[in-house]
């Protein structure tokens, strides 16, 4: 199994950017996807989470209303929409499957991870 994310880069504060994670070895079916971040020198945070069964999706309150979680099962990639984007965004963000959920969130506690795509808002 193996995840690859893409899409990372530089842009400046109000911009979109829309990452990929493309993903091999599994369909991850009915099962917890989710992107994650981490800010250099704090810790890692869930930033939205989908039920590949039925479409569930989760947010941090952070971030809601600005970033959209998708998957397309078709092309074996999990997506994030990100728009209206803040300094505070700043972080590499690297998604994750088979994720154990606790009271509607991500815990970081998934199965399969990717390397990270590094996004710096200024």
């Known amino acids: 199994v193996q995840l690859v994310e893409s899409g990372g880069e530089s842009v400046q504060a109000g911009g979109s950017l829309r990452l990929s994670c493309s993903y091999s070895?599994?369909?991850?079916?009915?099962?917890?996807m989710a992107w994650f971040r981490q800010p250099v020198g704090k810790e890692r945070e869930g930033v939205a989470a989908?039920?590949?069964?039925?479409?569930?999706?989760y947010y941090r309150s952070s971030v809601k209303g600005r970033f959209t979680i998708s998957k397309d099962q078709e092309k074996n990639t999990l997506y994030l929409q990100l728009s209206s984007l803040k300094p505070v965004d700043t972080a590499m963000y690297s998604c994750?499957?088979?994720?154990?959920?606790?009271?509607?969130?991500?815990?970081?506690?998934?199965?399969?991870w990717g390397q990270g795509t590094q996004v710096t808002v200024s």
């Open positions: 994750a499957a088979k994720c154990a959920m606790v009271s509607g969130r991500p815990t970081g506690a998934c199965t399969y």
């Open positions: 070895g599994s369909t991850f079916n009915n099962q917890f």
């Open positions: 989908i039920y590949t069964g039925g479409g569930s999706t």
